[in-house]
Structures are given as C-alpha cells and as structure tokens.
C-alpha cells in the first residue's frame, strides 16, 4: 500500500529580550549554572509574576509578519507537569486563548511555492535544563533558562515530506532574524523544533496516529529524523501493526527515533486561567505602533535582488539569506559598486573566509566600502584580478583600504607595453618545444604562457597587455 505522510512542526523560538517573561533575571545565554534566578522564576512561594512588554510586542511583530491576526484578548495559562528542570511544578502558557491566530508562510521545494498554515503563535516561559553529562548516578539542573520568554509556532498539518518540513523551518527561522527578535541558533536551543508525524493510505483524508519528535536541533536532523520516523510507521503497518501515540527522542548517533514516554493530551496538563496573572488587551494603536516597525523580509527582498540590481536567483537567495549579508550587499552597491560584481566577491572570496572563521558577517572587519574601493583599482587598471584577491584577503584581516594596501606592498599593476614585453621575450625564448606544440593545435598553452610572464612579473603585469603581446608575438 502505498501512504504519505502528514506532517505539523512546533518550533520554540527563544525571544531576545534583556530580562526574563515573568522577572527581571537576565536572560542571556551563557552564564554560570544557576546565576540567573530570583524568587519569581525558581518558584519560592509567594512571589508574583510580572509580564515581559516587550516579549509580547515581539510576538505581536512576529505575528505580524506571518498574515496572523492579532487576538485582542488573550490570556495566560498554568500547564501542570513535574520534571526536574520546572522549578514551579507549573509552567505558565497559553490554552484557548493565544496572542496570534490563522496565519501562513510560503515555501518553495523543487521550484514550487507552497503555502504553510498556521494554526496559532503563542507565549510562554521555558523551563530549566538537565545536564546529564559527567555523573552515572544523578544529573544537575541549571535553572538560568529556567523562565525566559519562548514563542511557540504552530503549524497546519500542511506539510508532507522531510524536505518541506525542512525548508518550513528555514523559512521561519529566516524571519525571525529578520525581525530581530531571536537569534535562531539551533546548537544552543534558541530556536527548537518538534514534528507531530503521522502516515495515511494516499487518497484518505482521515489522518493517522501521530507520533511526536524532540531533540532535532539542525536542519539535517529535521529531515533524518522525519525520514526515518516515515520509513518506521509504513513498515509498522505493513507488517500488520499499529502507531501508538507517542513522544519519541531523535537520537543523532544512532540515526533513529526512539520512544520517551506516552503523548500527553491537553486535559493530562490540568489547563486553568493563571490567578497572578490579568489578560492582555492589544488594541488597534498597539498593533499599528509594531506594524511600522516591520523591516523588509527576505521574500520581498528576494524579487527585489532580482528586478531592481538584475541578479540571478541563485545569487538572490544567497544574499538575503541573513538581513545583515543583505544590507551589507545593498550598501556596497549604494557606494558604487556593480551588483553582480560585488555579488560575485562576496559569494565567492567573502564567504569562504568568513566560514574558515566560523563568523557572521556582521563580526567582519571588512566593510562595503572596502570592496567598492578595491573594485576601484581594478576598473582603473591599477591592479588585475588576480592581485585583487590578495589584496581582498588582506583587508579581511587587516580592516586597512584597499588602497593602502596597494601602495604599502608594491602591488600596483604594471601596464607599460616596454617593460611587459621583455617579460614575454624571456618566456618564449625559454619554450620553444611550448611554442612548436601551440602552432601545432595545442591552444592551452596559452595559459601557460600567461602563467609563466605573471611569475615574471609577480603578477603584477596587466593580463590584458600579455595576451594582446603573446598574439602578436605568436601571430594568432
């Protein structure tokens, strides 16, 4: 029989907010176990939780941002649940009542746009963390995250395969930078994703038993873990036996999905209206001061890339991949700069030295009027290309003008026909088998010959100047 699968991801999204959603804890990531508490978010009886503003703008904004609509009345919730890592015994959600609702994001996998539903966005605070690692007997509990302010966004059961569930996250993820209010980083749990996962005969619209997925903190892990989860129902039910509803652990080392403990439903969480806490009213003004806060995402900016500066999509996407390798982009070329060129340096020689560092472009010291500069001197013919790019790697790590650097290290490009052409005599007068060999067909001596005159010159010598010179020369 053949099946497909229905996929709805939950993706916990870490808010960027200096202090906690409930007190005014520190809620930077980092710091020594257990620093970053008060009475409020480690439970102490008595204490009274106190709303975070702006963490509820910043799911305003990103509600905005997704076509949601923004509840005017919404409220907080107690989910009863006991684990180590939850200091109150409860954690404060929302139920029935959620700040966003009925939004959607568009995705392409395979050159088609899909639209993704989304069913709600609401706010929470995150529990603690259990360090498991460096004792056999017992585990600790670092309670610095312990009440910092979570978004959760859930989608449609739209999704059908791994790399849709993939790209959905990317998506998402890429709009949340934008916006500025997560970082997105999936290593240290900033932005979390689990996948409810469930197979149907193709053609039934009824949906099977779901299982749940945790522990999936990179794009690859998103599509093994589906991948593999898929693969493990249809054998299931094949082979005559039955999904059981479930939560279910990735494990990365081992490659599969394994079982944690019987799912829960909403009413094993005792759901009831937090007592300490009043609803949140968000009126039009409210909602309309955020909205003009919204920045171009990288959709729009996307079709922009493409329409305005005439870039091939491939080029697009990966510039507007981040809203800072996008603003970087437009204001070298605002300098000056001509679009694909710039383009080309940045997908090229800029990112391969900010991956060998592991750095965001943000922490480079290489600015865009650097490389307009440095595009400069080579539309003057002040150095050639290939000097260029020493000349680029310097400035990555020196931050120094292109210029500067030029004149401090003798690189300027040698373009006197007198001075290259003894160059090209001393060439061709150590080649001569290279020269019978080239007059006989073998065009790719060419290149040798222009290697052997930049040797010479220490590559210094305009290329455009040796190759007119080497035709003449050669007669071709």
Known sequence: MQYEAVIGLEIHAQLMTESKMFCGCSAKFGSEPNTQTCPVCIGMPGVLPVMNRKAIEYVIKTGLAVNCDIAPHSRFARKNYFYPDLPKGYQISQYELPICERGFVEIIVNSEKKKIGLTRIHLEEDAGKNIHEGAEDYSFVDLNRAGTPLMEIVSEPDIRTPQEAAEYVKKLRAIVRYLGVCDGNMEQGSLRCDANVSVRPTGQKEFGTRTEIKNMNSFKYIEKALEYEIKRQVKLLNDGGRIIQETRLWNTNKGITESMRSKEKAHDYRYFPDPDLVPVEVNDKWIEEIRSQLVELSDSIRQRFVSQYGLPVQDADLLTSERS?????????????????????????????????????EESSLKPEHIVGL???????????????????????????????????????????????????????????????????????????????MKITKGKANPKVVNELLRKKLII
Request: charged letters at 30%; a negative charge; hydrophobic letters at 45%.
């Open 375 to 453: 595009l400069m001197l080579i539309d003057k013919n002040v150095i050639s290309g290939k000097i260029a790019k020493t000349v680029f790697e310097e400035m990555y790590k020196t931050g120094n003008a292109a210029d500067v650097i030029v004149k401090e290290k003798g690189l300027v490009q040698v373009s006197d026909e007198s001075e290259i052409e003894k160059a090209v005599d001393e060439v061709l007068a150590n080649s001569p088998d290279e020269i019978e060999r080239f007059k006989a067909g073998d065009a790719k001596l060419m290149g040798f010959f222009v290697g052997q005159i």
């Open 325 to 361: 390798i996008a603003e970087w982009f437009e204001e070298a070329v605002k300098l000056g700069g001509e679009p694909k060129t710039v383009s080309n340096w940045m997908m090229g020689e800029f990112m391969r030295l900010l991956n060998e560092e592991g750095k965001q472009i």
